[in-house]
């Protein structure tokens, strides 16, 4: 079947097709093995950088066991910090809700506060007006005493003035006024 295509195409042209084939294998084997050279020297490269970082460590910590202990710390670190942090958090939420019963109760005296010197000021209104009324009050007993005193001296008055008259029974007159 193939020979039956190929039986009106000139050889100079079945040549050139083979050549043609020939340099695309030639050049898809080319691509494969520089394919299979990067890939290899990716590697090569990501070993390398390993390594690298390797030295690194092992210039600046000594040994690979000394880096783990030091990773191992500061996850240690890490993990006491974020349980330190979530103390933290819930204490502070504690201190929130202490502090709103803080802020209530406060309110609260406050209220009372208020009421409590609503009733003093109350308190010293009805003394003052106390005060006012047992003053008045003692003007009054005063003025009633002073009243009182110049009774008993006229009664005294007149005591004398009928005891006088008493002993003198013919000389009986009027008071003069």
Known sequence: MGNEVLKGISVNAKTLIIILL???VGFAFKMI???HEM???GYVREKTFRDQLEK???????SMEDLNKMVN???RQKEDAE???ASCKSQSEQFQSTNKDLI???AKLEEEHARLQKQIWELEDSLSRTK?????KELNIQELENNLEKLRKEKAILEKQVEEHSKTPGAWSLPKQ
């Not at 006012?132 to 008045?136: G, I, V, Y």
């Open 73 to 75: 710390d500061i996850t």
């Open 104 to 106: 209530d109760a406060k």
């Open 83 to 85: 349980k330190l942090a």
């Open 56 to 62: 690194r460590v092992m210039r600046a910590f000594g």
């Open 33 to 35: 093995n520089k394919y």
């Open 39 to 41: 890939k290899e020297a």
């Open 132 to 136: 006012k009324t047992l003053s008045d």
């Open 22 to 24: 020939f340099v695309n």
